[in-house]
């Protein structure tokens, strides 16, 4: 499973950035994809995730300004991010969780990450 984000850069407080992220490869079934980020010094944490059926759960400090959705048939993922603040500005990293094969377990795939840098 080979897991390809972009849409990072650089954007000013206030701003919004669409990062994306697909999945290509074997993949026999997938439970969820996720954004992670990680900001220089602290620990990887969770953003925002999305089920197959379209349920979603987000971090509650970017409930209301953040949206994921996906396009199951293409197997991407995105992230909107609205209302960028400086404090956010980290490499977001996509995962997927789900199974190669029918018979394998399910196991967490990452993707490269995508450098966002909110600044003025």
């Known amino acids: 499973v080979q897991l390809q984000a972009s849409g990072g850069g650089l954007v000013q407080p206030g701003g919004s950035l669409r990062l994306s992220c697909t999945a290509s490869g074997s993949i026999f079934s997938i439970n969820t994809m996720g954004w992670y980020r990680q900001a220089p010094g602290k620990q990887r944490e969770l953003v925002a995730s999305i089920t197959t059926a379209g349920s979603t759960n987000y971090a509650d400090s970017v409930k209301g300004r953040f949206t994921i959705f996906r396009d199951n048939a293409k197997n991407t993922m995105y992230l909107q991010m609205n209302s960028l603040k400086s404090e956010e500005t980290a490499i977001y990293y996509c995962?997927?969780?789900?199974?190669?094969?029918?018979?394998?377990?399910?196991?967490?795939?990452w993707g490269q990450g995508t450098q966002v840098t909110v600044s003025s």
């Open positions: 995962n997927l969780n789900g199974r190669r094969r029918s018979w394998d377990p399910s196991s967490d795939y």
